[in-house]
């Protein structure tokens, strides 16, 4: 039981795949509806490379303003969505167990 967007119903299932290795990590999430249709693929991958002082202060400096950017980016879309008229799906009741897992 997953809540990822009023634009998408929990109903359907994800997929999640995960990859490690010494230089890079992926990590893969798939949403397919009930109806067994591909709703959403998506993935990101990140380089892996040793912290120092001057690595975090340049991460800093490149990606400081992202949090705000995407949480504005989100609901710019959102926004879009809403004024096409995609049909809205209210937050559901949080699940009874906090980890669901289906096989």
Not at 1 to 12: A, L, N
């Amino acid at each position: 039981e997953f809540h990822v967007s009023p634009f998408f119903d929990i109903k359907g299932r994800y997929k999640f795949k995960f990859i490690l290795n010494p230089k890079h990590i992926e990590a893969h999430i798939q949403f397919i509806t009930d109806e067994n249709q591909n709703r959403l693929i998506t993935w990101v991958k990140c380089d892996l490379k040793p912290v120092s002082e001057a690595s975090l202060l340049k991460i800093l400096l490149n990606y400081g303003w992202m949090t705000p950017l995407v949480v504005y980016r989100i609901h710019y879309q959102a926004l879009k969505l809403f004024f096409k008229k995609v049909k809205f799906f209210k937050k559901p009741e949080p699940p009874q167990k906090e980890v669901t897992y289906v096989k």
